[in-house]
Structure formats: structure tokens, C-alpha cells
């Protein structure tokens, strides 16, 4: 059965920093693409960062610069560093895989940021 946990959500203020982790299991997540994605209220869900297998990286121009996708082969975990976090930020930040094109997704962790 294949999990994602998210964890490090949370409220900061404008210019403040968080780092999200997600817990993967049921996969061989050394060989997987992960990748972060966030949806917004009233708003489409939108990548956010992803990693390949290979450690490249590739972020959207809204954070490129401030957002940073890391990735734990020995302990299954992707990490989202996310700094100069503006109001616009404000969203629910999902964790994501495709396994032999099969989404997965996490439920989801709230990042809040106040101006």
C-alpha cells in the first residue's frame, strides 16, 4: 500500500521560512520522480517542486529562488525548504508520486502566511 505523510505545515509570517517532509512508503522511492504541489483557496492545484530519481530539480518562476525540493533515498523522505514565504503562499501543500502512471497523493499539510 503505497503512503504519503506530510508534516511541517504551519502558520508563519510574511518573510518567515517552514520546511515540509514527507514520509513515503510502499514504493521503490529511489527510483521515483517526487514532487510537491499546493492548492490555494479557490484556486487550481499547482506544481510546486519536483526531484527526479537523479536529483534534478524544476520549480514553477513563483518560487524558483525560494523554495527548495530535497530528497532522503535512505529514509524515503522529501523535503520542501520554503523561504521569503509570502501571503500568496498561503495553501494546502500535497505530496506527490506517479509510480507506473498511477497518482499518489498525500492529504495534505496547511502552510498559512500572514502579512
Known amino acids: 500500500q503505497v503512503q504519503l505523510v506530510e508534516s511541517g505545515g504551519g502558520l508563519v509570517q510574511a518573510g518567515g521560512s517552514l520546511k515540509l517532509s514527507c514520509a513515503v512508503s510502499g514504493i521503490d522511492f529511489s527510483i521515483n520522480t517526487m514532487g510537491w504541489y499546493r492548492q490555494g483557496p479557490v484556486k487550481e492545484r499547482e506544481l510546486v517542486a519536483r526531484i527526479s530519481s537523479g536529483g534534478n530539480t524544476d520549480y514553477p518562476d513563483t518560487v524558483k529562488g525560494r523554495f527548495t525540493i530535497s530528497r532522503d533515498n535512505g529514509n524515503n523522505t522529501v523535503n520542501l525548504q520554503m523561504n521569503s514565504l509570502k501571503p500568496d503562499d498561503t495553501a494546502v501543500y500535497y505530496c506527490?508520486?506517479?509510480?507506473?502512471?498511477?497518482?499518489?497523493w498525500g492529504r495534505g499539510t496547511q502552510v498559512t502566511v500572514s502579512s
Open positions: 506527490h508520486c506517479s509510480p507506473g502512471g498511477v497518482n499518489y
